[in-house]
């Protein structure tokens, strides 16, 4: 197992560490329970979003906390939902008065313990409101599943949402700019190889030198479908009608492309497969207006990319540019 | 060989394609002769600033073009140095009347290849001045080899002299400073795995799951010694101690820590690393003032990283902070 650990039982901590000590001006972490926060909290009443989730797909959410984004993070064992004491926690210390969001992907253990996170939370009259996060549209939009993942589109909302609550927004906006930014994107992604998750040792799969897995989610799960390995513009192609398909934007839309990569593809990959998707949206009559390439919701060392499309507002944008300050996102400071 | 390309042969003038396309309000491309410019090039007066270098590197040199670092980069084929036609025509193109200053990494094919680019321009009456990189101290600093590579001390002169020429410094103060770090900088690699180059389809050469290579270069070049694989806390020591033993910091010195993923390793393993190089400081006595970790010398999906220590003074460290915004480093405006 190639990796930079000490043990597998340590790597969360052992990530948090090193990720503290890298930005000691932005964020700081509580030890138990687990709770990685903005070092300036509660140093002003503003709306507190909090995220979290199963390590391993950093930099979400960790990476992500600081001034115009997330006030506190959440993070799990290795693919493994927060237990709902770090919740409680992350939610007593950022809450100023102005309320406070949950960011919640649509993961059965994530939904479950940020529930049970706000019951014991409502004995103190804390009571955040949850922001559902639901854009994997490789799993059908029916009442027939658990519901569609939460995937890049997470990354989005905390940006937008997080310089929402920066400029002062108040709880019912912050909510609400939240929830439109989730219902105008979607995500489609393709892996090309398994993740060894340090417990484990071993690949979670298998999968042929000439194969890969379309519709997959985070943590390591298998796709919807395994296919043969296609040239890069042909994957931009299915990746972007599936998105699209289900999207529907307006004609011309102004468009958002957040191309993530899964942890092992390099950077270089990701722009050529960016290159594919900006000329097909060209042709499509839409407005590639902003992009944002490279690492940001990962599944360890997996190869393979994840295409998000969000269907942007004047508003949107405005606070997609507003400046951010984070160990992953840095801009406008 | 599992990769988002849609040829060996178009792999760069692909890549290049979607950087440009995601960043189009900081780089333009110029296809042939192939050169990345800033779009703002020759909107004033200032010290010019070019790389250049084989690719399958990225984020180096292309992601570093814009404002508060490189004005323009030359890349080559993948692991190739760029060739003369590219540097003569980046450095027609940023020559603004303040003098140009190649930033040449001490391999052969590139010092040979910018340095016929020099002659060709002396007949304009065009005279770069040439600072050299060979921050890499896995190799003997002496008369019977080619000299020390040029590795992750390229990344920390293209930002501080970045911002040196974008104040307005003049061509000497830009070299003098650039020199300065390069001087106070080393780098020592390591690697977990080979890469696959698109031309060749397989990797360069087999290691087995137990076995790591200290002492690596970059362009997938073998390392110094192959070793048993360890944990991250001793693969940090012995980083460091190589890194420390060869630059002799003052006591109590300020250290910027650039760590580097080679492309394959996720970000949550280089933190964890880093959380190790960082203690290691601390306990040595040096100052970890500052701290880049992420990919930005990569050779493709090779796993492995590069640490590189530069013993800062307080004009690199200003300079270090100042305002940056490029494709893969951004921060201050």
Redesign the interface.
Known sequence: ???????PET?VP??L???V???PDIIALDPSPRVLRRTDIGARRKVGLIAGGG??C??LHT?FVGPGMLDAACPGEIFTSPVPDQIIAATRATESGAGTVHIVKNFTGEVMNFGIAQEILAFEDIRPVTVLINDDCSIPDDDESAGRRGLGATVLVEKIAGAAAERGDDLDAVVSIARRVNARARTFSVG??SCIPPARGKPIYQMA?DE?DIGIGISGSPGRKRVP?R???E?AGVLLQEVLSDLKPAKGARILTLLSGL??????????????V??CLMRAGYD?AR???G?YV?S??Q?G?ALTLLELDDEMTELWDAPV?TA?L????
């Not at 840095?330 to 400071?333: K, N, S």
């Open positions: 197992m190639k990796k930079f650990i000490n043990s790597v052992d990530y560490a090193g990720l000590a890298a930005n390590s391993g950093e930099p990476g090309l190889t030198d890969m390995l040239q890069a513009a994957i942890g092992g593809t390099p950077e270089s990959e990701l722009y050529l497969l960016y290159g594919e900006h000329a590639p992009a944002l390439v690492n990962t360890l060392e190869m990319a300050h992953d840095r801009w406008g400071r």
